[in-house]
């Protein structure tokens, strides 16, 4: 294909202000996709992303445009993902790119991750087409949403496109400024072959699968192509592009996106950010890599059923296979027996990774409180990585330890600002800048991320009934003053509940844990002391009291239903506890015990 005939961009949002909507409407409107086969959000293919209606990989589709100029151009589309979590695919994607469109909900406005997504796409050197979404809506306001985008990110909207990608206003609007106002690639047919390894996954009847965008040269079927970090060379069986289903092509050329597969036994051995070349006529030099995506949230997991730790070790590396992001090594707590610790991106990384092993594996797992990496300088010199607060060594052979921090942006109505800062107050955040647009306030935090982590965002959305937006980088690592907290039950250490806490806040978060493990817990014949405490000292305590013989005696035998359903309930519950000496635990206790309220 002609480069003048082909525009590849990718869309920037905030998250539910309508890009999937929006590519579903590009899609359909070129027809990509036949009528009876288009269904909501086409682009978002795990179950996962469906269902909780985010995007969590970036997916890609080739849509041929006949334009007003009589000429039919390529689009190829890349989609990307909004949450924090997956930040660093937004950066990857956008570098295939040339183009961005910002699509900016007019109802609300600027939001953080739109912020931070359109300046990875400021960084990456894309022309940006302001779109204005949802203008259906009677709360739509696409003049101060305008001001609003020129005043907070600093690029001329004013010539901002006005559309509702649910109803279809608008669309051929943004098709044609596509064609007009973003750029062709370039590029060099004749030039060795220097292909962009955007992404990999892997395909139930493919194998492993690679999207490559090409730089220069052309790959044909066939050739014999050398990965320049890793030095593996390949046979392509299959070139393909995405419409968004596989169609298979002879050749791509500069300035094309597509994918193949050669043989790759798994993901791992695809590393993103690669060049790809000819084995035979290598070119000189490669394309700047990038930084592989670094996990920095850890948990364990573990069967609730001790039997099904192969089961588990299966399932984490036939995941693995697919999905380079996380990292896993066996583990053994003397409270859980056999399982894994596992690094994440996020805490949503997490939970997605989590609902997959249990749903598309059948198992029920433990999460342990998640931790985020401790550095910890030991007085020998050694510098250690903590990625589990039960490996704590004994404090007098520490130095000092330091935390992670991030730097928070977060944008909110001004009536809400007041939670906000209490909040992040309470979290030891430090604030660096507060500045307004409008009625908005945009507020800048330096926080540790393991304040973060854990349900920092679920209370954010809370405290100001989800008008809060928030994005995140991290910044540096810190010296502070942590210690682990350790809890007891019934006397004995739970290891998977050991945290890391601020020492100022150690009471009070032990306090916190221990009631909350009291609600947790169900009673037991016997009394059951709760306690949090730091070296060798409680600093927190709470008694669960013994409970009554029977369980269904308050039935009086009268009614035979009720008393089984009570007994299948017990049961029920039984199967999701876990036995710690004399005590059961319920699975879910070791995540809820954390959440602060
Ligand atoms: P994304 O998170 O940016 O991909 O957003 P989605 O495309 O998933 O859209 C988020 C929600 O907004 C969904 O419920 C859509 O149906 C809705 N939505 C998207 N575009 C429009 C629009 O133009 N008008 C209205 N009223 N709703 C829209
Ligand atoms: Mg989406």
Redesign the pocket.
Known sequence: TQLDLIRNFS?V????????????RLIQMTGTVAERDMK??LL?SMDIERER???IKANTVRIEYPAKDGKTYILNLI?TP?HVDFAYEVSRSMRAVEGSLL?V?ASQGVEAQTLANVYQAIDAGHDIVPVL?????PAADPDRVKENIEDVIGIDASNAIP?????G?GIPDVLEAIVTRLPAPKGDANAPLKAMLVDSWYDAYLGVVVMIRIVDGVVKKGDRIKMMQTGAVYGIDKLAVLKPQMVDIAELGPGEIGIFTASIKQVRDTRVGDTVTHEKKPCAEALPGFKPAQPVVFCGLFPVDAADFENLRDAIEKLALNDASFSYEMETSAALGFGFRMGFLGLLHLEVIRDRLEREYDLDLITTAPSVVFKLYMKDGEVRELHNPADMPDLTYIDHIEEPRIKATIMVPDDYLGDILKLCQDRRGIQLNLTYAGTRAMVEYDLPLAEVVFDFYDRLKSVTKGYASFDYQISEYREDNLVKMSIMVNDEPVDALAIMVHRDRAESRGRAMVEKLKELIPRHMFKIPIQAAIGGRVIARETLSAMRKDVTAKCYGGDATRKRKLLDKQKEGKKKMRQFGKVEIPQTAFINALKMD
């Not at 949002?13 to 579903?24: E, N, V, W, Y």
């Not at 979404?133 to 809506?137: P, T």
């Not at 559309?163 to 109803?167: D, L, R, V």
Request: proline letters at 0%; glycine letters at 8%; a negative charge.
């Open positions: 869309i949002a905030h998250i539910d202000h309508g890009k999937s909507t929006l590519a579903d909501a959000q978002d209606g985010i995007t989609d909004g699509v909900d979404n949802k203008i259906d809506l559309i509702s990608a649910k109803t206003l």
